[in-house]
């Protein structure tokens, strides 16, 4: 049977899961709330949209405990051994960053200079780990519930991103519209992030419905156009932002997409059909980007000038050199989480005196001066499990991959766009952009879990 039929396309009957996964009735309705809320209010990143965020991200994980450390024991989808303790030593970046920075320590006292704002950076936190536990122990329907649910979210900011064109000063929601395209966002590049992060799971939905099998289980069959449209919008929506590194980095994302999601095997009737199908798909897909260039406008073109590019990045270039001074200065216990706007100032260049920095526009130079040597290790625990997850995925080749393999490259695609972005900007200081880095990364990193009721029967590996 041919499995290369996309997850996300997959027909909407109940998923049974292995009896270790899923969450609750309780916490379940908190994630799913968690994920619809995520984005509507300027991306998480406005007071009240996050504590309620926060509220429903304690939700989830105290059912998520409850099921983990109860009588149902720890979600197979989590690993064995060292890969289990990594994983969960990686949630539990924040319990870290708390104990020593703080507690109080012997005649020192909390280490963290600005101890309030450590302590709402924490909180703020408690989404992102939500979001990561739920991707990495949930059952594949829930798993697909919210990834459908993340990729709708994502196609309704593009939609309202390019009515924004239309000038109605309404949609900004209180935005003054110096940005023409920022959907319900304050910044267009952050906004521009969260799509590049759903194009490759787009591109997963097409390739999926446009498979050589595509029907459900009535035996109706699927059409690729909702997710062309899906594709188009993103992209659109992307260009019009005229944010550069979201450009760029949703088109990094989309051509490899197109390459690795394709089905892998065609029908063996094979002929004219089959040459046609190889040829065809390639083309719209090419297509489809000629079209979204054209419907976001042309105005982003001037912004990848060689002499503009330089001139602006003058001033973040200056910014992260004096970032890196302070993570210096810092080093090995950190500034403390948060405190980046308060402690900055004190290297900020005489060159950049005008602006007031509270972020590096450098996620990773600002993690490290903030936590020091614990975020240090908390990047390479990431790097190592994520690299050990995409040598599972390619050293198989991509020949054997089944459905759940095309979905966690999909959505290892997408966490690579944030993950470049980060050079640049501060995705990750985002709420809403950061849950769903962190989802994604926890579907990437489900582990291969063996059933003896496989469907599929493809080496019995299915996360189920």
Known sequence: ???????????????????????????WLAALLMVALATLFRGGNRSVALMALEALALVVLLGWGWRALG???????????????????????????????????LGVGALSPTPLATAHALLAGLPVVACFLVALSGNAAQVQALLRLWLWMAVAQAALGLLQLGGFEALYFGMDGAEPVIGSYASKNTY?????????????????????????????KRSPWWSVLALLTLLAATLASTSRTGIATALLVALPALA???????????????????????ALALG?????????????????????????????????????????????????????????????????????LDLAHNDYLQILMETG?????AMALALALMGRRALQLFSAGRGTWNSTDRLAVACGLGLL????????????????????????????????????????????????
């Not at 972005?421 to 063996?450: C, E, K, S």
């Open 71 to 105: 009588a149902q024991g720890w979600p197979p989808a989590l690993g064995a051994g060292r890969w289990r303790v990594a994983s969960l030593a990686l949630a539990a970046a924040p319990v870290w960053v708390a104990a020593v920075q703080l507690l109080p320590w």
């Open 1 to 27: 049977m041919n499995t290369s039929s996309a997850v996300l396309n997959a027909p909407r009957r109940r998923v049974s899961g292995h009896p270790l996964e899923g969450l609750g009735g309780v916490a």
């Open 373 to 377: 040597a614990l975020g240090l290790v």
């Open 192 to 220: 521009a992030n969260l799509l590049a992060m759903a194009v490759p799971l787009t591109v997963l939905g097409l390739w999926g419905a446009a498979g050589r099998q595509r029907r459900g289980s009535n035996g109706e």
């Open 260 to 282: 690795l999601l394709a089905p892998a095997r065609e029908s063996a009737a094979g002929g004219r059909g089959g040459w046609l199908r190889r040829l065809g798909w390639p």
């Open 417 to 464: 766009a944030t993950l470049l972005h980060a050079w640049v900007d501060y995705p990750l200081r985002i709420p809403a952009n950061a849950m769903l880095a962190a989802f994604l990364l926890g579907v990437f990193l489900r582990q291969p879990v063996t059933s003896a009721a496989d469907p599929q029967k493809v080496k019995s590996r299915t996360y189920v």
């Open 288 to 356: 489809l980007l000629a079209v979204a260039l054209f419907m976001g406008g042309l105005d982003w073109v001037e912004r990848f000038d060689a002499e503009r590019l330089a001139a602006d990045d003058a001033v973040r270039a200056l910014t992260r050199e004096a970032t890196w001074q302070g993570a210096l200065a810092y080093w090995p216990l950190g500034s403390g989480l948060g405190s980046y706007a308060w402690v900055f100032p004190r290297f900020q260049s005489p060159e950049v005196g005008a602006y007031w």
